[in-house]
């Protein structure tokens, strides 16, 4: 078994262990490369047929091409899309001039009230432990209490594949099945698996997004990787840090755990 | 793909763990020059230099505080392969988290500073990652500057955690002597120890092996589901041991139901083998009502090497909770897909778990952090193999109200 085959059988495994012990289960479908890395995951995990839906939250601000994305291929995998909008917000005219105050809103709030609505108790997330050194923090199974805090001071133990199988009352777990993977395994795995994503990963005119999101708070890097494999290179030489272009991380250096603190993804 | 080798940096608090992780980063080239412009003014906001520990410590509590309160991972290469750091708090009363962290190791980096010697949670550590089964043990005597790089000081230090470490039958691979902070010996030796003789740090990482359950031992599928496609069954889980070959003879063991594997698969299809460590769904064909085959039986080979199948058991077990552990105690037990209601029946051989004191023979409660033998009865019997040759069906977690309060290990 190669590295590769050990992060998909260990992510499998965590889907399938989520699945059971929480029925009422979505995955959380952003349409970049690592939730779509996840989607896929999932079809193996599901033996082709995803049986909880993807659930993606819509801030309007998006790419074009993310929209595209999600419509084709979630038809082509049949994938239950529920898309959430928070339209309330949307009309009282919050967008990203607001930064941590619009992705609050928009994402985190966006998130709740779909929750809320679907009744979901777990949500698989496509988080890494190397995007940000908060997430180094994370565990695979995640409690949220009702204010959808994470109580990252006290966090249970989890070893030896036991995660925490049951969501209190008004709680919700969030699960995170490629905590263990890097930037560059996904895209050794989205080549090695053929995955599709969006073009927007792609160099044009000499620029990329390593990271997608929201237009507005992304800005794309230097590059001329317009291939897979040229990704894969550029990424071997290169070590400056994936977020670098996106406006969250960049405001002061606790922003992210404030975020995350107040339930972000 | 290169390989990649999950290692665990423990040890007493200030022993200098951060440091040593900002380090081994730096002197890698595995730091964004983001991240080091991040570290750099970090550390003006304390007047420092750059402040290595910084790199690793994440939360706005930990750097304000200057400790670490939750373990973390973190990946670098060297040019032989890439690892996954896991930083592990030194604290007592975040000793649950040092457990997590290194309950996914592989290798061990023990800590202790040069000038303190072997502190309270050198101890405790040394006898959790004995616990946890951690055999590969590398010793790092930090911050040798402090000492003058003083060999007889070096010495000491080695020959007490040497004795320490052999009393859980447990021997360091090296004893290694370096000063995190300036650099001695983490990557290059230079003047300062030249009496040191053995491998760098960097250079010891290299020698670990990666540890993965093998293809060698005998078959347990750990049933995770079941789901019904096409009319069909699949029994989904993760091959814990040995190689599964379609038209295997198997018995599902609590339940003792034969059967006969007739399919492996797999989203593109169907496997006819699938290796330790592979995620699969199995349809079979079995002597009674295929419907007792559920989550928690766990196939085995049909005549020899079949898992222990009991419902009252003795294990060595560790406490992790506030709440203490008390006789007569009701509580659930998860062993890999496993779980059922359990009762203590009997506490015995309570100990620290740093001092090594005897806490009592015989005793009615087992506190946060200590250890203990455990007799445990188990409302319906499940599978056990002993911690050493199937780690997976030799572990298990303890719990209350959904919350994993304890661990433990047979053998
Ligand atoms: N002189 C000296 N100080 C060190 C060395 N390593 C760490 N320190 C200091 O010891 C203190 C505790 O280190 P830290 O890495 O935070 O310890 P941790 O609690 O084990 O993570 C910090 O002030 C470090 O700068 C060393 O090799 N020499």
């Not at chain 1, 890097?182 to 990329?208: H, Q, S, V």
């Amino acid at each position: 078994m190669d590295r590769l085959d050990e992060l998909e059988n260990q992510s499998i495994y965590i889907i399938r262990e989520a699945y059971y012990h929480y029925r009422n289960l979505a995955l959380l479908w952003s349409v970049g490369k690592d939730s779509t890395t996840l989607v896929w995951l999932c079809r193996k995990a599901f033996l082709g047929k995803i049986p909880i839906p993807a659930l993606h939250i819509d801030t309007g601000y998006k790419f074009p091409e993310m929209y595209k994305f999600r419509d084709e291929y979630g038809k082509k995998w049949g994938l239950k899309v529920v898309v959430a909008r928070n339209e309330e917000a949307i009309a009282a005219g919050m967008g990203p001039t607001k930064k941590l105050e619009c992705c609050n809103a928009l994402k985190t709030e966006g998130l709740k009230k779909a929750i809320a609505q679907h009744h979901f108790s777990a949500l698989l997330l496509g988080i890494r432990r190397d995007e940000h050194g908060i997430r180094a923090k994370e565990r695979y199974f995640s409690p949220r209490n009702q204010e959808f805090k994470w109580n990252y001071q006290d966090q249970p133990p989890e070893l030896w594949d036991q995660y925490k199988s049951q969501a209190e009352e008004g709680t919700h777990i969030r699960v995170h099945p490629l905590l263990h993977w890097t930037e560059k395994d996904i895209w050794y795995y989205i080549r090695r698996e053929n995955i599709p994503i969006t073009d927007l990963y792609f160099a044009k005119n000499g620029k990329r997004y390593r990271s997608i999101g929201c237009v507005p708070c992304c800005s794309p890097v230097n590059s001329d990787a317009d291939t897979i494999d040229k990704i894969i290179e550029e990424l071997e030489s290169t070590n400056t840090s994936e977020r670098a272009g996106r406006a969250q991380d960049k405001e002061d250096t606790y922003t992210m755990q404030k975020l995350r603190a107040l339930g972000y993804m | 793909m290169r390989e990649n080798l999950h290692f665990v940096v423990v040890g007493h608090v200030d022993h200098g763990k951060s440091t040593l992780i900002g380090r081994l980063l730096y002197d890698t080239n595995s730091l964004p020059p983001d991240k080091m412009e991040e570290v750099r003014k970090m550390s003006k906001e304390y007047q420092g230099q750059p402040e290595f520990a910084f790199v690793m410590d994440h939360l706005e509590e930990e750097r304000n505080q200057r400790i670490t309160i939750d373990t973390a991972q973190i990946f670098f290469s060297t040019d032989s392969r890439d690892y996954v750091i896991i930083d592990a708090p030194g604290h007592k009363q975040f000793l649950k988290n040092m457990i997590t962290g290194a309950s996914q190791a592989e290798a061990a980096l023990l800590l202790i500073d040069a000038q303190e010697g072997l502190r309270e949670q050198t101890h405790r550590h040394a006898y959790m990652l004995s616990l946890l089964g951690l055999r590969q043990i590398v010793v790092i005597v930090n911050k040798m500057d402090l000492v003058g790089y003083d060999q007889q000081r070096y010495n000491e230090i080695r020959e007490q955690i040497t004795k320490r470490l052999a009393e859980f039958s447990l021997e360091p691979m090296m004893v290694i002597p370096i000063s995190a902070r300036m650099g001695d010996n983490v990557a290059q030796l230079g003047e300062n120890l030249s009496w040191y003789k053995g491998d760098t740090l960097l250079g010891s990482l290299d020698k670990l092996r990666c540890i993965r359950q093998g293809n060698e031992g005998p078959v347990r599928f750990p049933v995770q589901d079941v789901y019904e496609m096409d009319g069909q069954d699949i029994l989904v889980g993760r091959v814990a041991s040995g190689v599964l070959h379609k038209g295997d003879q198997v018995l599902f063991r609590p339940s003792d139901t034969a059967a006969v594997i007739e399919q492996i698969k797999v989203l593109d299809g169907e496997l006819d083998s699938a290796d330790a460590g592979k995620s699969i769904g199995l349809v079979v064909k079995s002597d009674k009502n295929g419907k007792t085959i559920k989550r928690g039986q766990v196939a085995c080979p049909s005549t020899d090497n079949q898992p222990r199948v009991l419902s009252d058991f003795s294990a060595s077990v560790f406490w992790m909770s506030e709440q203490p552990l008390k006789l007569g105690d009701k509580l659930d037990l998860k062993c890999a897909t496993q779980q059922v209601p359990c009762k203590i029946s009997k506490i015995t051989n309570r100990l620290d778990s740093s001092s090594l004191d005897l806490l009592a023979e015989d005793a009615q409660e087992l506190c946060d952090t200590e250890v203990a033998q455990l007799t445990i009865e188990t409302e319906q019997p499940i599978c056990l193999d002993a911690h050493e040759s199937i780690a997976e069906l030799g572990q298990f977690v303890l719990m209350r109200n959904n919350d994993t309060i304890g661990g433990g290990v047979v053998h």
